[in-house]
């Protein structure tokens, strides 16, 4: 049996913008978000070329509403699925929640705020760490805050092939 599924919106935000008007106005004027960049790393910091999605001042209130640390990949996240939703000109409050689903591709998900748990348990010890970092954690932790947020109850799909995530995510 066949099933239909109907793409309503999508979303880019990389090194060169963060919605997708801005990429495709980089994308095709030529220009390029890989600039040279400081990453920290164990003891030390290097430097090279690679891209950053810079002047991220937003936070969604949702972190502060459920009371859990902000983590970085969730925020991009809730931007792009905000992008999405716009685009797809629905009343999404008129629609069935369990025929809207979410679909992320994404190389690390929550990883900055499981290493944030990690430098807390190295730097003060295990009791002090904020184990709510963790819960940011895992890849679907991602998928879950979006479907959250917008009351989609439907299927909830993360792909983490690194850079070919967000491709592999349309295709699947």
Same mark, same amino acid.
């Given at each position: 049996?066949?099933?239909?599924?109907?793409?309503?919106? #999508?979303?880019? *935000?990389?090194?060169?913008?963060?919605?997708?008007?801005?990429?495709?106005?980089?994308?095709?004027?030529?220009?390029?978000?890989?600039?040279?960049?400081?990453?920290?790393?164990?003891?030390?910091?290097?430097?090279?070329? #690679?891209?950053?999605?810079?002047?991220?001042?937003?936070?969604?209130?949702?972190?502060?509403?459920?009371?859990?640390?902000?983590?970085?990949?969730?925020?991009?996240?809730?931007? =792009?699925?905000?992008?999405?939703?716009?685009?797809?000109?629905?009343? *999404? =409050?008129?629609?069935?929640?369990?025929?809207?689903?979410?679909?992320?591709?994404?190389?690390?998900?929550?990883?900055?705020?499981?290493?944030?748990?990690?430098?807390?348990? *190295?730097?003060?010890?295990?009791?002090? =760490?904020?184990?709510? #970092?963790?819960?940011? #954690?895992?890849?679907?932790?991602?998928?879950?805050?979006? =479907?959250?947020?917008?009351?989609?109850?439907?299927?909830?799909?993360? *792909?983490?092939?690194?850079?070919?995530?967000?491709?592999?995510?349309?295709?699947?």
């Amino acid at each position: 049996m066949k099933k239909r599924v109907v793409i309503t919106g #999508y979303s880019v *935000i990389n090194d060169m913008g963060k919605n997708r008007q801005q990429v495709e106005e980089g994308i095709f004027s030529g220009l390029s978000g890989v600039s040279m960049q400081d990453f920290e790393f164990g003891d030390g910091v290097t430097t090279g070329p #690679y891209g950053v999605v810079s002047e991220l001042n937003e936070v969604d209130p949702f972190f502060e509403k459920e009371g859990i640390p902000y983590d970085r990949c969730s925020q991009l996240a809730l931007m =792009a699925a905000a992008d999405c939703v716009r685009e797809s000109g629905l009343d *999404i =409050a008129k629609e069935d929640p369990f025929r809207m689903g979410v679909s992320i591709g994404t190389s690390l998900g929550g990883m900055r705020s499981g290493d944030e748990f990690h430098k807390q348990w *190295i730097s003060k010890g295990l009791a002090e =760490a904020d184990p709510s #970092y963790l819960n940011q #954690y895992p890849l679907h932790a991602v998928c879950d805050i979006v =479907a959250k947020v917008h009351g989609f109850r439907g299927l909830k799909n993360i *792909i983490s092939t690194a850079c070919s995530a967000s491709g592999t995510s349309l295709g699947v």
